[in-house]
């Protein structure tokens, strides 16, 4: 089965919700290791009120923690995003994933976090 790693996108949308809902169906096609970290992982769950599946893998040390604003644009959910994204792209340039999935992002949320370039797909 191929290694995916997964780049979670923005936490004030639904790439989150997505990734949680979605775990038992995506496991089934590919091994994916989420670019999320515990901090930030629990405290999605906890405000959309998804268990955390048992085998969600995740990548530790992301980027500073923040408080998720739901269907907010904030320059904190953009750096986590793009760090996120960074950390699934340093995981394929090492080889340890085979390959990229990315989450939705939110461009003028990568914008306010200094990001020049916003077309990554």
Known sequence: MKKIAISIGDLN?????????N?????????PTYCIDTTMLEQASKLLNI????????????AKPFNIQAGEVTKESGVYSFASFLKAVEMAKMQDVDGVM???????AWELAGVKYKGHT
């Open 102 to 108: 990315t989450l939705p992002i939110n461009k003028k």
């Open 23 to 31: 775990h038992n169906v995506i496991k089934q096609i590919v091994e």
């Open 13 to 21: 949308g639904i790439g989150i919700q997505l990734a949680l809902e």
């Open 51 to 62: 268990q955390i599946p048992y085998d969600f893998k995740i990548v530790n040390k992301i």
